[in-house]
């Protein structure tokens, strides 16, 4: 519990923070739109959430029986998955952002489209990494895991004040954000190739090579279709 409350307060640390620098370099009006921002991950996440949630006991059932084959199937499946909805999720709003702010908003505050695109892009990564972390805390090695995780969130917020200082648009610190999930991603792979034992070759294989692949068809007729309207 002491460890996963000081990987929990990286977490606290860098949404909080982020939020006080943009409030500190720019206006209240931009940390409105990081608000509005939040409701929206918030709502678009909410069904994977609960889509992983049916699957965590399983997964640390699967270790502790020491069923390890099963486990990194499960595993496989759940974040391949997951992935793929909140993709289903995301792109709709994505390429029509400015459509569902317009009609949810009276009056809709500047960046506020670009922040939720980039935290939506977040989302994505955190969709794929989440069930990795369930993985990690089945083995109950997690000391180094949670150490890891809050000093890449202090990371973060760090590389947020420089680049704010150095006068980068307030949208920076959700670009930052999608950097930060990317480590997350890899330290947790990391730490999963030590606990589970499988090869990160295969991760790639079953999940980021088809993830990228189905990605990248889904978003070239959309894009073009707003490009020539």
Known sequence: ?????????????RTQGDSFLVNRFYSVAV?????????????AGLFVNNFQ????????????????DEHVSLLFRVSKFSYFLMLILSLPIMFNI????????VEVPEYTALFCIYGLISNL???????????ILATGKIKKYQISLLLVNIS??????????????????????????VCILFFRLY???????????NY????????????SLSTISPYYSRSFS
Do not use: C, H
């Open 125 to 135: 990564v955190i969709s794929m990494s989440a069930p990795l972390g369930t993985s």
């Open 156 to 181: 973060g917020i760090a590389f947020s004040f420089i680049a704010l200082k150095l006068g980068f648009k307030p949208y920076i610190v959700a670009i930052i954000n999608i950097i930060v999930q």
């Open 98 to 105: 400015d459509l569902i702010l317009g009609i949810w908003l």
């Open 53 to 68: 949630a049916a699957f965590n006991p399983q997964l640390t059932k699967s270790y502790a029986a020491n069923e390890i």
């Open 191 to 201: 730490f999963v190739r030590k606990g589970v034992q499988f090869k990160i070759s």
């Open 1 to 13: 519990s002491s460890w996963s409350l000081i990987g929990q307060t990286g977490y606290i640390l």
């Open 204 to 215: 790639f294989k079953n999940i980021i090579y088809p993830v990228f692949f189905v990605t």
């Open 31 to 43: 940390n409105a739109a990081m608000g509005i921002n939040s409701q929206v991950l918030s709502a």
